[in-house]
């Protein structure tokens, strides 16, 4: 069964791009122009992937994408024209999994939409190992190796190094990570994000000044590479 995507999205002609792109490579689609219809498409078809508008005639698409996290973790690209950084981080924060700003390129957007489909089928493949370039990480022993050498880690170096690799090439704000690692209560505490993020470096990565795993993103976060790409 071919993949269904839901366009949320009120400009005519982004969604008519959008609709005719994706004809043109054989996805299945449905289109919504605002939050209340955008909630009853969804519930009503269950689509795979949603992409989705900031600016909606009955409010701002964020809202949106936080009601829909509070039910599914279907995968989420947020399409708009808002480039400021701190729209980027509240949006990811929200629970987006991607962000493209507006003018986009048809063949970024696709080669994402292809990239979050494939991860959201295999996190539904459960699985206790996981395979990160040279790194494995197997849940049921709490252990992580690199070269086949398992890693001395603290607790929570192995919860950030384990929370990095379940979301591997996703886009990681400095809030959610603390959030999901140390707690409620510790999303502004940042001194304890780079201090771990420096102590993991030096022991995963071949040069720890030039990380090929653990990338920063400027002014929003980090970005766990398992290719291991620049």
């Given at each position: 069964?071919?993949?269904?995507?839901?366009?949320?999205?009120?400009?005519?002609?982004?969604?008519k791009l959008?609709?005719?792109?994706f004809?043109?490579?054989?996805?299945?689609?449905?289109?919504?122009?605002s939050?209340?219809?955008?909630?009853?498409?969804?519930?009503?078809?269950?689509?795979?992937?949603?992409?989705?508008?900031?600016?909606l005639?009955?409010?701002?698409?964020?809202?949106?994408?936080?009601?829909?996290?509070?039910?599914?973790?279907?995968?989420?690209?947020?399409?708009?024209a808002?480039?400021?950084?701190?729209?980027?981080?509240?949006?990811l924060?929200?629970?987006?999994?991607?962000y493209?700003t507006?003018p986009?390129?048809?063949k970024?957007?696709?080669?994402?939409?292809?990239?979050?489909?494939?991860?959201?089928?295999?996190?539904?493949n459960?699985?206790?190992?996981y395979?990160?370039?040279?790194l494995?990480?197997?849940?049921?022993?709490?252990?992580i190796?690199?070269?086949?050498?398992?890693?001395?880690?603290?607790?929570?170096?192995?919860?950030?190094?384990?929370?990095?690799?379940?979301?591997a090439?996703?886009?990681?704000?400095?809030?959610?990570?603390?959030?999901?690692?140390?707690?409620?209560?510790?999303?502004?505490?940042?001194q304890?994000?780079?201090?771990?993020?420096n102590i993991?470096?030096?022991?995963?990565?071949?040069?720890s000044?030039?990380?090929?795993?653990?990338?920063?993103?400027?002014?929003?976060?980090?970005?766990?590479?398992?290719?291991?790409?620049?």
């Amino acid at each position: 069964m071919k993949e269904l995507i839901h366009i949320i999205e009120d400009d005519s002609s982004v969604r008519k791009l959008l609709e005719e792109t994706f004809k043109e490579y054989d996805f299945n689609f449905i289109s919504s122009e605002s939050k209340k219809n955008a909630m009853v498409m969804y519930l009503s078809h269950n689509p795979n992937l949603l992409i989705v508008d900031l600016g909606l005639p009955d409010g701002d698409g964020k809202e949106f994408i936080r009601n829909i996290r509070e039910i599914s973790k279907v995968p989420i690209i947020v399409l708009t024209a808002r480039d400021d950084e701190k729209e980027i981080i509240s949006t990811l924060d929200a629970g987006a999994d991607d962000y493209i700003t507006k003018p986009f390129s048809v063949k970024e957007l696709l080669a994402r939409i292809r990239a979050n489909l494939r991860r959201n089928i295999q996190n539904e493949n459960i699985s206790d190992i996981y395979n990160c370039g040279e790194l494995q990480l197997n849940i049921s022993t709490r252990d992580i190796s690199l070269k086949d050498e398992i890693l001395k880690l603290t607790p929570i170096e192995y919860d950030l190094l384990k929370y990095f690799i379940l979301n591997a090439n996703k886009t990681l704000t400095h809030k959610q990570t603390l959030n999901e690692v140390w707690g409620t209560g510790y999303q502004n505490e940042m001194q304890y994000l780079r201090t771990y993020v420096n102590i993991l470096r030096k022991k995963i990565e071949e040069d720890s000044t030039r990380p090929k795993y653990i990338k920063t993103i400027s002014g929003v976060g980090y970005r766990f590479c398992s290719n291991k790409e620049d």
